[in-house]
């Protein structure tokens, strides 16, 4: 039998995201309220400031470029508190966006440009020459670049947002309502079970259930008011907003629940304690990774953490040892969430109460949702029986973009989205996640296809056959791309060809999807008998090269 939460259902109400956010009857706080902060500039916004700059920025796409429903406003940026107004302007507007990430080569950029259809593209000055690049590569021309954050561009061929914002005549224009089960609100990439990138269309409906099923699932253990300094709960931010886990989890339920977000472009670990205890922290969320960095870095104990009530992980697997650390050091409770982009993204987190006595399980399930656990042979198996995790709800997406084949395979016919996550339930209903049968590698949480890397590897003329999987690093906490490599005919494999691939793919992706985990190379890389890669005959023989 599947399972449905044990929470009671929240209602959803039929608006799209605008509606939600700005129109709703039972906003608790007041429009004074100090929601996004900038840590570094002091520069901040109310809620009033981000509804008012949101509507100016919608007017002026309506008034510069004729905005229409559906028009697609990309985001290539570093977190900055103009982005929740960015966004909100173009839903305004009718608009859907698509966030990318900051750190994309040309090409990546590129992709997603076109992939996604964008007719504009917003951006900073640190990151405009990647942004100028794909921008042409993509046919988006030079003005329909746009600026935010606090630099402007010195020869002024870039407009700020702030003066699309007094757009002459833009004060005629009126909202544009989205159908809140039918138009996007986003489109996040992701590589899904396989392959590469893809468009994850998440409608407005998907983005309201799941701030609506997160605010349940804390448990009312959180409020805009009140607190250690009148400021109510104050969120650190630096999780990138251009992926589902901070543009729901941070942007949206800030605004919706009115926490005040201190936002950091950046991680460092000494800024984060630094922050935490200037800006009185206490709630971040946070991934693997940063958990161990706040159990064993030195600079932290220089900071007063005591503001901190607890610490959300997720996005990738955290160990027990790994929390038993940072609590017995720092005193520090972390609980853990789970989700997917293709979830909007949480559909798990371990009430607050449980973090210690449940840890190790994601959560329990967050309301109105069902799941269950199927064999490969797509039958359900036995409460408590190890199986793929295969969720419905009204946070599950709507498709992939322009790819049928891909959705197709995704989502059943009833509903259900396949995880391609591996797990199971004890008798009390908390989640575990054991493994993956899908091909994604996680770095601190960023996603790596390994087919895209594959087929990066494959246009190298060194290389005959290749294929890459992830590798736990445990001093990291992270997965890190490792590559198996047949070497072309008269090519040596050794450690001069290993770095002279190494340095080629760094100079054709983003940081995150290095190859971290190093280059193996081997006379063959096993595969199936339709010629399917065997990674997991891989993942057992990196096991056992390092249990030599
Ligand atoms: N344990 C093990 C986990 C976990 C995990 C995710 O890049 P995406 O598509 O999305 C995310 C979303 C993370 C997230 C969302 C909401 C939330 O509250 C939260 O909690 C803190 C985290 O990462 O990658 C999805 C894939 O990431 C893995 C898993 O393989 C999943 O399919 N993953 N969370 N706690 N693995």
Request: aromatic share 10%; with cysteine; proline share 6%.
């Amino acid at each position: 039998m599947p399972t449905k939460s044990s929470y009671p259902d929240v209602e959803i109400p039929d608006t799209d995201i605008w509606g939600f956010l700005f129109e709703r009857k039972d906003r608790p706080y007041p429009d004074d309220k100090v929601i996004y902060v900038d840590p570094y500039t002091n520069r901040s916004y109310t809620y009033a400031q981000v509804k008012n700059t949101a509507v100016d920025f919608g007017k002026g796409l309506k008034a510069l470029w004729d905005w229409q429903k559906g028009d697609v406003l990309a985001l290539f940026t570093p977190n900055c508190i103009d982005t929740p107004s960015i966004t909100w302007g173009a839903h305004w507007a009718g608009g859907i966006v698509s966030p990318a990430n900051p750190g994309y080569t040309a090409e990546e950029l590129a992709f997603q440009l076109q992939d996604s259809g964008a007719k504009a593209l917003v951006t900073q000055l640190p990151v405009i020459a990647t942004a100028r690049k794909a921008a042409a590569m993509a046919g988006i021309p030079e003005d329909r670049i746009i600026l935010i954050g606090d630099e402007r561009d010195p020869s002024l061929k870039f407009k700020h947002f702030t003066s699309i914002r007094n757009t002459s005549g833009a004060t005629r224009y009126r909202r544009t309502k989205a159908n809140p089960e039918k138009d996007l609100a986003f489109l996040v990439y992701s590589s899904g079970t396989t392959g590469h990138p893809k468009g994850v269309m998440l409608c407005h409906r998907n983005i309201v259930a799941n701030t609506l099923m997160v605010a349940a699932g804390e448990g009312g253990n959180m409020s805009w008011k009140g607190g250690l300094d009148g400021n109510g709960d104050s969120i650190l931010a630096f999780l990138p907003f251009f992926h589902i886990y901070g543009l729901t989890v941070v942007i949206h339920q800030c605004m919706y629940s009115g926490f005040r977000c201190v936002v950091m472009p950046k991680f460092d670990i000494e800024n984060w304690c630094k922050i935490v205890q200037d800006h009185r922290i206490t709630f971040s969320y946070v991934v693997p990774p940063v958990v161990l960095l706040l159990s064993k870095h030195p600079v932290v104990k220089k900071y007063d953490l005591s503001s901190l009530r607890m610490l959300n992980s997720g996005a990738a697997p955290l160990t027990k040892e790994i929390v038993d650390a940072v609590h017995s050091k720092l005193n520090l409770k972390v609980k853990q969430g789970y989700g997917l982009s293709e979830t909007s993204p949480t559909t798990h987190t371990q009430p607050w109460e449980l973090w210690y006595s449940t840890i190790g399980a994601v959560g329990t399930l967050l309301p109105n949702q069902t799941a269950k656990y199927m064999s490969p042979e797509e039958k359900e198996v036995p409460a408590g029986e190890v199986g793929e995790l295969w969720i419905t709800g009204p946070n599950i997406f709507k498709g992939y973009l322009n790819n049928p084949e891909g959705t197709k395979n995704a989502l059943t016919e009833d509903g259900y989205f396949k995880t391609g996550d591996v797990g199971y339930q004890d008798k009390d209903g908390n989640f575990y996640i054991t493994d993956r049968v899908k091909e994604l590698i996680k770095y601190k949480g960023f996603q790596v296809p390994p087919a895209e890397l594959e087929g990066l590897l494959s246009s190298h003329p060194k290389i005959n056959d290749c294929a890459v999987i992830g590798i736990y690093n445990k001093d990291q906490a992270t997965e890190v791309p490792r590559a198996y490599i047949v070497p072309s005919p008269g090519t040596e494999g050794g450690k001069g060809t290993e770095k002279e691939i190494m340095d080629w793919m760094a100079a054709k992706v983003a940081s995150h999807k290095r190859l971290r985990g190093g280059v193996r190379f081997v006379d063959e890389i096993p595969k199936s008998v339709s010629g399917k890669i065997l990674r997991r005959v891989l993942k057992i023989r990196a096991q056992e090269e390092e249990d030599a």
